[in-house]
């Protein structure tokens, strides 16, 4: 059976990835660029819409991202990403960062990051995408708080637009 005629939970789509931080991707402190870390996370979060759709996905949107530590050189990332919630043609996945010290295992969380991703038809219009079946507690209580942020985001977008023309 194909993924898009498939129902899905989170699990079935969810990816984890392993970076190691490497001098290209660092500033002058020998920091990690935030952008190096966003561009990892929108991969990995595109990976998860490919895989829950079964079709060519978009971001359309990046929610604020705080970083809360900083990773240095040599440094794990690891980033942990499923599926929150879907609506029509659009769906939200969230990802973990973590850093993690290759030599004792201690994990910190860098940040978490949530993206919106829109399927799209061979038209490239956006096209809709199956239903998310949530299964565990936390899988439960990430879609809640997703279908919260899902209403936040576009009351925001309502009032921020209205009277605006292109
Ligand atoms: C994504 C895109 C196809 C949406 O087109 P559109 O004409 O705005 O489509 P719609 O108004 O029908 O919205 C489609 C869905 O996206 C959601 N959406 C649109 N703008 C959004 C935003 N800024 N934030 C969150 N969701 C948004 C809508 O709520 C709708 O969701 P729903 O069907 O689940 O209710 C279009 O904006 C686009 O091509 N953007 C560029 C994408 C891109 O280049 N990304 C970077 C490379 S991957």
Not at 22 to 33: E, K, R, T, Y
């Amino acid at each position: 059976m194909s993924r898009r005629a498939r129902t899905r939970t989170p699990r079935d789509s969810a990816v984890e990835a392993r970076y190691i931080v490497m001098p290209q991707h660092a500033n002058d402190l020998g920091i990690a660029f935030g952008g190096t870390i966003m561009s990892w996370i929108d991969m990995v979060a595109a990976m998860v819409a490919q895989r829950h759709c079964g079709r060519k996905v978009v971001t359309v949107s990046i929610d604020r991202l705080s970083f809360l530590a900083p990773c240095h050189i040599g440094d794990h990332v690891l980033l942990r990403s499923s599926a929150n919630y879907v609506g029509r043609t659009s769906m939200e996945v969230g990802v973990q960062v973590l850093k993690e010290c290759p030599y004792t295992g201690e994990r910190v969380r860098a940040t978490t990051a949530y993206l919106t991703f829109v399927a799209l038809d061979r038209r490239e219009k956006p096209t809709p995408i199956p239903p998310i079946h949530p299964e565990t507690p936390d899988e439960l209580r990430r879609f809640e708080n997703a279908r919260l942020r899902v209403a936040a985001r576009k009351e925001l977008l309502r009032r921020l637009t209205r009277g605006v023309s292109s």
